[in-house]
């Protein structure tokens, strides 16, 4: 069966504390604890998942401990353990999270500092393995994207802003142009990947598009289409 992206939703609390762009700070920190107690499901699971303690100081002084990544954890691991059984953790463990955390840890010395975006694409591509398994019976591994993703970041030798958008677009790519043409397309910029994308069949480059809008839908984001130099 060949894997295509399905629509789905990365959380909105999970999309925003991961491009907030909070650093740890005492008044980020005020600023996530007010966030998250205006929702009123999170603010249900704040204190008893998420955070420890009762009213906003004793919440920020939690969250000094756990630190941001810490939060953002254990807030991703209560929606993708939700996906799997089809109910709330009474306690949370990280365990799903942790095939997040490699897969974050695997690209990130491509990103730049205190940037969370390869978290989301691992999240993503976690919940449509998860979501695959458990519609279809069907174990997938969206999460298997190709090392030549990592030789092609490795070669531009530089850091890249968005790069859940570069590796998605390299990883989908690669089922069509080999790593060589690849890279040597991306010498002239976002053009010469541009120009990859429309040789494609219409077959092909219907199935392109189709993963990079999936993903823009699933991020709520609206610039997918916007191609530069990787």
């Not at 991703?76 to 109910?87: P, Q, R, V």
């Not at 802003?161 to 910029?189: F, P, R």
């Not at 480059?205 to 191609?227: C, P, R, S, V």
Request: net charge neutral; charged share 30%.
């Amino acid at each position: 069966m060949e894997e295509k992206l399905t629509f789905t939703r990365v959380p909105e609390s999970v999309y925003w504390l991961c491009v907030s762009g909070l650093q740890h700070s005492r008044s980020s920190f005020a600023t996530i604890v007010d966030y998250l107690q205006e929702d009123p499901f999170l603010k249900l699971h704040l204190r008893k998942n998420l955070l420890a303690g009762h009213g906003t100081t004793a919440l920020e002084a939690s969250l000094v401990g756990k630190g941001i990544k810490g939060l953002r954890d254990r807030l991703c691991e209560l929606y993708l353990s939700k996906l799997e059984t089809g109910k709330f953790l009474e306690e949370v463990e990280l365990g799903h999270t942790l095939d997040v955390q490699d897969f974050e840890g695997r690209f990130e010395r491509f990103s730049t500092l205190g940037n969370f975006r390869i978290f989301l694409l691992g999240m993503y591509l976690k919940m449509k393995d998860l979501e695959s398994e458990k519609l279809y019976g069907q174990a997938t591994s969206f999460m298997a994207v190709p090392y030549e993703v990592d030789e092609i970041l490795v070669d531009t030798k530089a850091k890249v802003q968005k790069l859940d958008w570069t590796i998605l677009i390299l990883s989908s790519l690669l089922k069509y142009w080999d790593k060589e043409e690849l890279m040597k397309a991306g010498e002239v910029g976002g053009k010469g990947i541009t120009e990859k994308i429309l040789k494609l069949s219409d077959k092909n480059k219907m199935t392109f598009f189709n993963d990079i809008a999936t993903y823009g839908h699933a991020l709520n984001e609206k610039d997918f289409f916007l191609y530069r130099k990787v």
